[in-house]
């Protein structure tokens, strides 16, 4: 062996003192470009996943870097064997557990009681429904508008007592409509 050679060139178990750093980026240069061109075979030429696998093979190399730097001859068996571990485990994991949804869409469904609320207002709307034109009026005017029964009576061009009377009323049909709904009036 030369003296002048560059680390490129050396086997790796007369590297002792190298360190991690030099150590993986003659790795990367020697080893990365099959390491790619394998895992792309195994991952069905998904270079993204090809080049995870790549990547997550010189990290546990890196990691395991004492260990390397004994070795004898080529590393790429090792590196492959590694790489073939882990596109195994990544299919074993994808397929041992549900497949992982973007919890964006649940960000829009509304809260229980937002939902107890619209669930209410709707039925409530529904018995509504079930009054008579000028039993629902009398209601909006003095319910839902929150205007006195003279307020009411002055809008719906009727004298004050026929506004207490609908109002009687309604609530009455109202209570009945929304009990048949099963809801407790």
């Not at 195994?42 to 696998?53: I, N, P, T, Y």
């Not at 829009?108 to 107890?116: C, F, G, H």
């Not at 509504?128 to 508008?145: F, M, N, P, S």
């Amino acid at each position: 062996m030369r003296q002048d050679a560059s680390v490129d060139e050396r086997p790796y178990d007369s590297l002792p003192g190298l360190p991690d750093e030099e150590l993986m980026r003659a790795l990367y240069e020697e080893h990365a470009a099959p390491l790619h061109a394998f895992a792309l075979r195994l991952v069905a030429g998904d270079r993204h996943r090809a080049e995870d696998v790549v990547q997550e093979t010189l990290l546990r190399a890196w990691k395991n870097a004492d260990h390397l730097r004994g070795a004898t001859g080529s590393l790429r068996p090792w590196l492959v064997t590694v790489a073939r571990r882990i596109v195994i485990d990544g299919h074993r994991s994808r397929t041992s557990r549900p497949q992982e949804v973007d919890p964006a869409p649940l960000a829009a469904v509304p809260a229980a009681d937002e939902i107890d609320r619209v669930l209410r207002r709707m039925t409530l709307a529904d018995a509504l429904g079930d009054l008579t034109a000028a039993h629902r009026q009398a209601l909006i005017e003095t319910y839902v508008k929150d205007r006195s029964v003279q307020e009411a009576a002055e809008a719906l061009r009727v004298p004050p007592g026929t506004v207490r009377s609908r109002v009687f009323y309604a609530l009455r049909a109202l209570r009945l409509a929304l009990q048949e709904r099963g809801v407790e009036a």
